[in-house]
């Protein structure tokens, strides 16, 4: 659409042929042509512009006929925009105005509208770089002034019908058009030229707060406040002298130091039958609309900043390749234009030291690396508060006793805490020396908010890039080896030491399958396992070089998963435990040769009882041979006494063949097998090495097992050994004892799902609480001829099962050990088994 010369018109109608009620009138004062042709080309074909020169036509056209003009736009160009806005809202404060201002002077008009009077609500200052949104702020505007004006006039038409008509009338329908007067949704006050009330209808009252009856013959000043009444007297004469309809006045009543409400007021001429002239006033209850105006004149600027100060903070942050300094001094001259203050401070929070990081300023305390003391700054407060702390004049509040304030006078704070990765950063602060005219608005706290946010998250990329950075060279740089693959186990990196353990390079093993996948198919079902439900498995890997070498890895694979929660990768690091499994191998060996020494030694010191135990079957065997041999030379042998005799030396033999074979089981070096084994068993072999000993001595033995049997995985003689140890070392500790009866008592219960629970008890003399701590100490003994290596070797042997062997208690009154030992089923051999 083609632009005319300043002072013609711009008609956007096509079809040239609507109605003035049809049509918004724009007026356009001083606006550059290039902006009036791109709002013309946004607005409906309902919308007439009209260019006016300058502020003193704008004035002329508004008086003249202010109900013929919808919307004002006020453009860069002029000189003193809030200060002719005044002069138009003196005419009509309904009229909406749009002030136009660059980006940098629309916070000083703001703070000029702020403290400026006769001024009305429908106001708003437009920022040039939003010309887009301007042409449906100005629609939107307009359309409100023709609704509220077509909705004014009809009630002042009907109004006047009323009252004219009202005289003319029977006294019974003149009675009933009173009450309809009575009952219209707005209020009408009519008097005589002089201001004295005619006629006051119910919704008057109402609204102004006076009694049902009465007032009639009241001055009209009288029913407004003291503060209004000069602005009432002067609309009373403006409709003794016109014809025409008044632009509607705002009237503000108020209620309570901070709360008013609002009448709007339409004042116009009327005449009595008689030809006897008046005025009639109709009042609206209007504060809900005021506010709600208000509220949406602040949203819609507060969205506009918003809007603008993302653009250009993205404009900042995505624009240009600059550094980070770089772009965070750019986001400060930002902070600085935005709000109106003249220094800007990204610092750093360390205790009590507040270092300054970027800084727009020109006062040398404030210079990036200056280092002050935390506690006498603002953001000290800031810090603690997730909100922005902002305040206008400091030395107007109990801010003034700030030591910030003292120190240097910054009247106007605004600042935020930045977070970083969970932990207090720094803070990024506003201020200046001079007071801020205007409060700071929600739209400027939420930007400042979103400025703290983009540098917090900039400081987190850039940490998380150093971190990744640190990560691959640690991987690269570990000693351990580190193999990557998808998550179907398919190579994709390998590290140098990967390299350097197997022999192979990474080309060659990249695309083939995992050396931790190929071991055993109970290993790789655990494996998968782990992995399906994002945990990680440890597990040891042998497997062999390139050049055939066998080699040991303690591996630990675990899952690499995306922000939805599917594994990509697997991650797999090994540890080279191959010196490690081969000193083990030898510690194993001779930890078997140390046991071996420890029994041969227990039976040593078990020499007594064992002849006793085989003396009493070999006895048997003389006795019973003496016995059929003297009845054979005295020819009294009977076949079924000798057959007698005879099977008694079998079993007595027998007896004796169980002992010499108990031993030599016992006493074997043998390899470490472990199995399933019943528990019990275990415990009735073991008493029978010392069954001469309990009975000789006249000690009590209690056994306790459970019902159902219990089976263990172990080596049945290395328990055994662990058991003998304890036994022996029980009936050591009765024997210095003379209280009757003495006791020993074996118990065996299910400690949980994965372990039995052995617990030997005595009541023997104990051990002397000095020397507990020692107890499991190698070649540590209270007995004079012991060698100190029982309890040590016991531990040992029950730690290579997986279980715990320790002291319960100690007394003089008895001791209590304990031993765990792994059930059957809780092992992975019972489910390779089963």
Not at 49 to 76: C, M, Q, S, W, Y
Not at 481 to 507: C, H, M, Q, W
Not at 797 to 823: A, D, Q, R, V, Y
Request: hydrophobic letters at 40%; proline letters at 4%; glycine letters at 6%.
């Amino acid at each position: 659409m083609p632009t005319k010369d300043l002072g013609s018109d711009i008609s956007v109608r096509r079809l040239g042929s609507e109605s003035r009620s049809d049509v918004c009138n724009l007026l356009f004062v001083s606006v550059p042509r290039n902006i009036a042709f791109h709002i013309s080309k946004n607005l409906s074909k309902l919308h007439h512009i009209e260019f006016v020169v300058d502020g003193n036509h704008l004035a002329a056209k508004v008086e003249e006929r202010p109900e013929a003009v919808d919307a004002v736009l006020l453009g860069t160009e002029l000189s003193d925009p809030v200060g002719w806005a005044q002069r138009i809202h003196t005419m009509d404060k309904r009229l909406p105005i749009i002030i136009l201002g660059t980006a940098a002077k629309c916070g000083q008009l703001r703070q000029d509208l702020m403290f400026s009077p006769f001024l009305g609500h429908e106001i708003v200052v437009w920022p040039t770089t939003d010309i887009d949104g301007l042409a449906d702020v100005l629609a939107d505007a307009a359309q409100r002034r023709q609704q509220r004006q077509r909705y004014q006039e009809a009630a002042m038409a009907n109004a006047h019908v009323q009252i004219e008509v009202l005289p003319l009338l029977q006294p019974e329908t003149a009675e009933y058009v009173q009450g309809l007067f009575d009952h219209e949704p707005i209020g009408v006050v009519a008097t005589d030229p002089n201001g004295t009330t005619l006629t006051i209808n119910r919704q008057a009252r109402q609204i102004l707060g006076l009694p049902e009856d009465g007032l009639i013959d009241t001055q009209l000043q009288k029913l407004f406040p003291k503060d209004e009444r000069p602005r009432i007297d002067k609309l009373l004469a403006l409709a003794n002298h016109t014809n025409v309809r008044l632009p509607p006045e705002l009237f503000e009543f108020p209620i309570s130091k901070s709360r008013s409400f609002f009448v709007e007021v339409i004042a116009s001429a009327f005449s009595h039958p008689g030809g006897r002239r008046g005025a009639m006033f109709v009042l609206q209850e209007v504060t809900l609309r005021v506010q709600a105006e208000r509220q949406r004149t602040e949203a819609v600027v507060e969205l506009r900043l918003i809007a603008t100060a993302l653009a250009a903070l993205h404009n900042i942050s995505a624009g240009r390749d600059d550094s980070l300094s770089e772009k965070v001094r750019d986001f400060l001259r930002l902070g600085c234009e935005q709000f109106g203050l003249p220094i800007g401070i990204l610092s750093r929070i360390e205790g009590n030291k507040f270092t300054v990081l970027e800084a727009v300023s020109d006062n040398p305390n404030f210079f990036p690396g200056r280092v002050l003391k935390l506690n006498r700054t603002y953001c000290a407060t800031a810090i603690d508060a997730a909100e922005p702390i902002a305040f206008e004049h400091a030395g107007a509040t109990p801010w003034r006793d700030h030591s910030s304030y003292k120190d240097s006078r910054l009247e106007a704070y605004i600042g935020v805490r930045i977070v970083v990765g969970g932990d207090l950063f720094g803070t990024l602060c506003f201020m200046g020396n001079s007071p801020r005219r205007v409060t700071f608005s929600p739209a400027e706290r939420e930007i400042v908010k979103l400025m703290a946010r983009w540098i917090a998250g900039e400081f987190q990329r850039e940490r998380a890039e150093a971190h990744m950075r640190k990560l691959s060279s640690a991987i690269e740089q570990a000693a351990d080896s580190v193999v990557i693959t998808d998550r179907s186990g398919i190579i994709e990196y390998v590290n140098p030491s990967f390299e350097a353990l197997t022999g192979f390079k990474r080309e060659e093993v990249t695309g083939d399958s995992a050396p931790f996948l190929q071991c055993d198919e109970c290993l790789q079902s655990d494996l998968w396992e782990a992995i399906h439900e994002g945990a990680d498995y440890r597990f040891l890997l042998s497997s062999q070089t390139k050049s055939g070498e066998l080699y040991h890895q303690q591996m630990t694979v675990s899952p690499l998963r995306d922000d939805k929660g599917r594994t990509t990768h697997l991650i797999a690091t090994g540890q080279d435990v191959t010196a490690l499994i081969e000193a083990k191998e030898q510690d194993r060996k001779r930890q078997a040769e140390l046991a071996h020494v420890a029994r041969l030694s227990t039976l040593g010191g078990m020499v007594s009882g064992l002849a006793h135990e085989l003396n009493q079957p070999l006895c048997a065997i003389m006795t019973y041979a003496q016995t059929c041999l003297r009845k054979m030379r005295e020819g009294e042998a009977r076949i079924e006494d000798l057959q007698h005799g005879l099977d008694q030396i079998v079993r007595q033999a027998q007896r004796a063949d169980e002992i010499f074979v108990r031993i030599r089981n016992f006493s074997r070096k043998s390899q470490i097998r472990r199995q399933r084994t019943n528990i019990r068993e275990i415990v009735e072999t073991t008493l029978g090495f010392a069954q001469t000993e309990i009975s000789h001595n006249n000690i009590k033995l209690e056994l306790k097992f459970p019902k159902k049997q219990q089976l263990v995985y172990a080596d049945g003689i290395q328990i055994q050994q662990v058991l003998l140890n304890l036994v022996r070392n029980s009936l050591d500790a009765l024997a210095a004892v003379e209280r009757e009866p003495r006791k020993l008592s074996i118990k065996v219960a299910l400690e949980s799902p994965k372990f039995t629970k052995l617990i030997l008890s005595d009541n023997g003399c104990g051990c002397p609480p000095q020397e507990l701590h020692r107890l499991f100490e190698p070649f540590f003994t209270t007995k004079e001829a012991g060698l100190g290596v029982g309890l040590s070797i016991s531990e040992g042997i029950i730690e290579g099962h997986g279980g715990k062997l320790w002291l319960e208690s100690s007394s003089p009154n008895g001791s209590t050990f304990c031993l765990t030992i792994p059930n059957w089923r809780s092992s992975r051999h019972a489910d390779r088994e089963s």
